[in-house]
């Protein structure tokens, strides 16, 4: 039976479907107009997320019956075209949700004058078909040590949910950080763009330095920027320290140099002497797209130990794809280069050989002034994902990898899902 009141938390994730049972993508959001006389917010539509992971705006009119695990459509032909969010428009869960209100319920004093957190909001469809918003979970203050209950209040009794409220900041990200739960970096990333920028800041801040940093080098060069300009200088130095130093080299270039210099200065020097290094090269050059951790061995590592460093998993498929042989020290700038070994030949070698034994000496490494072409050309030569860089004293000062490559080569706008998807249709 289709349901006519429903909690938008429950639709998050819900599989929507076309008239004849086609998938067309499942939900992420749901947009509302909240009013500033305090009636009830009108439900505008669903965020949908298609296969592509690009989200469109559905609307609610389209909707023919919510029921358990499946929200199903009038229509199967629906706008392609990326959702973006119109004035006076909110999103439930990415902005409502979380939000500091206060109650006005007769039957809940211990309520009264407290600041108290929207977890969900309950919508139902009028008799005109339209869908609005009724209710407000919110999560109470903890007493006594027990845990903090959750009351539904009529829409009515609840102050703090207009647009200018919601706007204010020190808003908490709980719910939003659950749904980036278990996702890839650039999917994060991609969501992260697609909000609003006051929650855009506000889940940067609320994310651990690892997360964040993983999650901002998937971000364009000019976006990186911004987020890092709503950092506290302490934080944003942080930031840098735990991202790749190539990343956080391309990123301190962007900025002004005192401003690049601050915060190198504030970073722990083990971390920024080899960003440092980094920015002594031009950034389309072999010196400049190279990461400076390279799997890097001695001659006497065992095939065994070769192979246990590169199935850490913070190494990059391309970083992991061959490891560097050197006298010591193998800190970069190392000592002097001996050659490569690929892993698949570590595999095809007993656990217990040296590497030194099978070193392949006949590749010739890149040097650090080479520029991007040139270095394209190479990959494209020797079909590698990986080469090392060596300077003229044969040290070897890092590796550039194929995804460095790949960023340099492709359009500046490359990350924008609708752009490309217009872009492939026109060719």
């Not at 109650?103 to 009028?126: M, S, Y």
């Not at 065992?302 to 010591?328: C, G, H, I, K, Q």
Request: with cysteine; hydrophobic share 40%; net charge negative.
């Amino acid at each position: 039976m289709a349901a006519t009141r429903v909690y938008v938390a429950r639709l998050a994730g819900l599989v929507v479907l076309g008239p004849d049972g086609e998938s067309i993508g499942r939900i992420r959001d749901v947009v509302v107009a909240i009013r500033y006389d305090r009636q009830q917010p009108r439900v505008h539509g669903l965020v949908v997320e298609l296969p592509t992971r690009r989200r469109i705006f559905v609307p609610i009119l389209r909707v023919t019956a919510i029921e358990p695990g499946v929200v199903t459509l009038n229509t199967g032909t629906v706008s392609l075209r990326r959702f973006t969010q119109r004035p006076g428009e909110m999103l439930a869960l990415a902005q409502i949700v979380d939000s500091v209100v206060r109650v006005e319920d007769p039957d809940l004093p211990d309520l009264a004058g407290v600041d108290v957190h929207v977890v969900d909001l309950g919508i139902e469809q009028a008799r005109s078909r339209d869908w609005l918003v009724a209710r407000v979970a919110v999560r109470g203050h903890r007493r006594l040590g027990r845990r903090r209950t959750v009351h539904v209040i009529d829409w009515t009794m609840v102050s703090g949910l207009t647009p200018y409220e919601i706007g204010r900041p020190g808003q908490d990200v709980t719910q939003l950080l659950e749904q980036f739960e278990g996702m890839r970096a650039p999917d994060v990333a991609q969501l992260l763009r697609e909000l609003p920028e006051k929650r855009r800041v506000e889940v940067a801040v609320a994310l651990d330095d690892e997360r964040l940093a993983d999650v901002v080098q998937e971000l364009p060069d000019d976006e990186q920027v911004e987020l890092l300009s709503h950092l506290e200088v302490r934080r944003a130095a942080d930031l840098l320290e735990a991202m790749d130093p190539d990343d956080a080299a391309d990123l301190l270039g962007e900025l002004p140099e005192g401003e690049a210099e601050s915060l190198l200065a504030l970073m722990d020097p083990q971390e920024s002497e080899p960003v440092r290094r980094l920015l002594e090269h031009s950034p389309y050059s072999a010196g400049g797209l190279m990461t400076p951790k390279p799997v890097v061995l001695t001659p006497s590592t065992t095939v065994a130990e070769a192979l246990a460093r590169v199935r850490n998993p913070d190494l990059t498929p391309a970083l992991a794809s061959m490891v560097f042989v050197v006298r010591p020290p193998t800190a970069t700038p190392t000592g002097r280069y001996l050659g490569s070994v690929h892993i698949q030949q570590l595999l095809r070698e007993p656990p217990a050989h040296l590497v030194g034994g099978i070193v392949d000496t006949d590749l010739s490494p890149l040097r650090p002034e080479l520029p991007l072409a040139a270095v394209t050309r190479y990959f494209a030569t020797y079909n590698l994902v990986c080469g090392p860089v060596v300077d003229a004293e044969n040290h070897l000062l890092g590796a550039v990898t194929v995804d460095d490559v790949l960023d340099h080569l492709l359009p500046e706008d490359w990350r924008d899902r609708e752009t490309n998807d217009e872009r492939a249709a026109q060719a």
